[in-house]
Nanobody, 126 residues
């Protein structure tokens, strides 16, 4: 499975961005897709995830009510709509996927994810 993230950019506080993660290869091997972010000098943190086969979603408390994750299985894409952006949302955003039949646990743990895309920079100016 290969993942390609896109859609980052520079936006003012209060603005919106939509990130997209395109999956290719053996997408039938995907169990869940998540978004993580890593700000300069900080550890990678969980943002949101969605089950590939159904619409169960998870969000970090810091983005609940502002971010929405969605998927299009026909296009093999997972989008992250980010509204009401804050300077604290500035980070490199990564999409990642959990392989089917792999050990499960808390979606927020990066260790669960076997596939990672390259990051896309999101910068929110104040």
């Amino acid at each position: 499975v290969q993942l390609q993230a896109s859609g980052g950019g520079l936006v003012q506080a209060g603005g919106s961005l939509r990130l997209s993660c395109a999956a290719s290869g053996r997408t039938s091997n995907i169990y869940s897709v998540g978004w993580f972010r890593q700000a300069a000098g900080k550890e990678r943190e969980f943002v949101s995830s969605i089950r590939w086969g159904w619409d169960r979603t998870y969000y970090a408390d810091s983005v609940k009510g502002r971010f929405t994750i969605s998927k299009d299985n026909a296009k093999n894409t997972v989008d992250l709509q980010m509204n009401s952006l804050e300077p604290e949302d500035t980070a490199v955003y990564y999409c990642a996927a959990i392989r089917r039949f792999s050990p499960l646990g808390d979606d927020s743990s990066p260790d669960l994810y076997q596939y990672w895309g390259q990051g896309t920079q999101v910068t929110v100016s104040s």
